[in-house]
């Protein structure tokens, strides 16, 4: 038991004090940190304004009113996202767009409005011009004040009292509960309200991003390790001293105590970035309450991490037992990676449909499942027999994995040379029983 852990020492050890691992580790830090504070940057560097300004030309008539309406309106509103901005006319239409250029050239207004003949409308036509090419945005927002003025005269001519009206522009609110509709089907919580349901998803995220990352970084980190190894020969010195077996699993449990030190050091620079003042006052906006999180989908999420880790990461140490040269290496673990993006594609894509058919069927399938029923977990409520099904189909995968992965990696590790044909993978294999 001593060399066990004497290889998982110092395959910790090896790789936390590579150069490449601090490099990375670092730079992916300061991609982190930037990408957190990205929002604040946008703020601060583009000037702290979004409110756009449009101009118009105060003048008599209904080109004038239609200005007005639109600016009396946007004041009204609490979080204005528009600003009408009036100019005094200058008597011809060419003076007046000369005056608006030149105030867009001084940074002003961001662009105007010009108005033509009346429509069926109610008002008459109109047009937004600005340097922006599609301004989808400020036109739509143009485009839902019009509506809301015009419905307002249309029920003010009606003859309605404020009262009423105040009554009829009401907003309606409909809460959301997620539940299980079949019963005595022993369903996981007694469903989710809707900010249960938005802290959950954030949760989900989190877990399928964490998974990801883990096994793509193990994955490299354990069949470059043992490939390393077989191409610099040291692997004959180790043989004799280590059995194969806790060789593997020793640089399985080395390399996911490695991996976790780095997400750990992602968590902490994500919650020193989270916890700077103008992050924080964003984040307050959200209303996220960590509470909402039910504790039995924190216990799934560590189990099939820990599960979907366990299952790849044999996977990655087999295929790096057979490789002689590192060049190599990027080729052999294609599939497995392939394998691992497709789960991850199909949870994150789905997060909309999680009671989509191909949810319901690769949340059994065991190199996909640690990714999406955790998907079916955290926004549906999916029966106990199902999880529970998911979770020893997985089990079995892992026992399969662990037995191929034992008996590739004894045979696989002393394979020099050329890279191995299966036939005599198979040959080799039938030699030696685990």
């Given amino acids: 038991m001593n060399s066990f852990w004497t290889v998982v020492g110092f395959t910790a050890r090896n790789k936390l004090k590579a150069k490449s691992f601090l490099i990375t580790t670092l730079v992916i830090?300061?991609?982190?940190?930037?990408?957190?504070?990205?929002p604040y940057f946008i703020t601060k560097f583009g000037g702290g304004d979004t409110v756009t300004k449009i101009g118009y030309t105060q003048a008599s008539g209904e080109d004038s009113a239609t200005g007005d309406q639109l600016k009396a309106y946007f004041e009204q509103q609490e979080k204005k996202t528009v600003e009408l901005v009036a100019f005094e006319d200058k008597g011809s239409v060419d003076a007046n767009e000369t005056m608006l250029k030149k105030a867009i050239e001084d940074k002003q207004i961001k662009g105007y409005l010009t108005f033509g003949d009346m429509t069926?409308?109610?008002?008459?036509?109109?047009?937004?011009?600005?340097?922006?090419?599609?301004?989808?945005s400020t036109t739509s927002a143009l485009q839902g004040?019009?509506?809301?003025?015009r419905q307002g005269i249309i029920l003010q001519d009606a003859g309605l009292t404020q009262e009423q009206l105040a009554q009829l522009n009401a907003p309606i609110q409909i809460g959301t509960l997620q539940i299980s509709?079949?019963?005595?089907a022993g369903s996981i919580g007694d469903g989710k309200s809707s900010t249960e349901q938005g802290v959950n998803m954030g949760l989900i995220?989190?877990?399928?991003?964490?998974?990801?990352?883990?096994?793509?970084?193990?994955?490299?980190?354990?069949?470059?390790?043992?490939?390393s190894e077989k191409s610099s020969r040291v692997m004959e010195i180790l043989i004799t001293s280590v059995s194969p077996i806790k060789q593997m699993f020793g640089k399985i449990l080395g390399v996911f105590l490695v991996v976790v030190l780095q997400i750990v050091a992602y968590v902490a620079v994500i919650i020193i970035n989270a916890s700077l003042p103008h992050n924080k006052d964003m984040l307050k906006?959200?209303?996220?309450?960590?509470s909402q999180i039910d504790p039995t989908l924190l216990l799934y999420s560590v189990l099939f991490f820990l599960t979907g880790f366990f299952l790849f990461a044999t996977m990655f140490a087999a295929v790096g037992s057979v490789i002689s040269r590192t060049e190599d290496l990027g080729q052999a673990i294609m599939p497995i990676t392939i394998i691992s993006l497709a789960g991850f594609y199909i949870s994150i894509f789905s997060i909309s449909t999680p009671d989509s058919m191909l949810v319901k069927v690769t949340s059994f399938i065991p190199l996909f499942s640690p990714f999406v029923m955790m998907l079916r977990l955290g926004l549906t409520d999916p029966p106990v027999w199902e999880v529970l099904t998911s979770i020893g189909l997985l089990f079995v995968a892992i026992y399969i994995s662990v037995w191929l992965s034992a008996k590739i990696y004894r045979v696989g590790v002393l394979m020099y040379g050329k890279r191995p044909s299966l036939k005599e993978i198979a040959k080799a294999m039938k030699a030696y029983k685990v």
Avoid at 29 to 38: D, E, H, P, T
Avoid at 128 to 136: A, F, I, P, T
Wanted: hydrophobic content about 55%; glycine content about 6%.
């Fill in 285 to 290: 906006n959200f209303n996220i309450d960590f």
């Fill in 205 to 227: 995220y989190f877990i399928i991003i964490l998974l990801f990352m883990a096994v793509m970084i193990s994955g490299q980190l354990i069949a470059s390790e043992i490939t």
């Fill in 29 to 38: 830090a300061i991609i982190i940190s930037i990408g957190a504070n990205i």
């Fill in 181 to 184: 509709a079949t019963e005595g």
């Fill in 145 to 149: 004040a019009l509506l809301m003025i």
């Fill in 120 to 136: 069926d409308s109610g008002f008459p036509e109109i047009t937004y011009k600005s340097e922006k090419l599609l301004e989808v």
